[in-house]
């Protein structure tokens, strides 16, 4: 009985350990003419995510660490005039 808890134990440390994964905070600063921040504007990568900037203009989105090149775009319909 005691082997069967062992494995039992062992095999969820280990299913635990394999579904860890690994992701990124990508930080961007949306600064206006003059460096004045707005908030309210939408960043976005492409296939992963998107946030809304706060009022210091920062907003942070979560990435996958795999390696990959990522594109940040800032959706032009929500800048100010």
Not at 52 to 79: M, Q, R
Request: aromatic content about 4%; some cysteine.
């Amino acid at each position: 009985m005691k082997l069967i808890s062992k494995v039992s134990a062992g095999l969820v440390a280990l299913l635990v350990t394999s579904i860890t994964a690994n992701a990124c905070l990508v930080t961007v600063r949306v600064a206006c003419p003059n460096d004045a921040t707005a908030s309210g504007i939408r960043v976005y990568i492409e296939g992963v995510g998107e946030e809304v900037t706060d009022s210091l203009g920062l907003v942070e989105i979560e990435v996958p660490y795999i390696g990959d090149t990522y594109t940040v775009c800032v959706d032009e319909s929500t800048l100010p005039a």
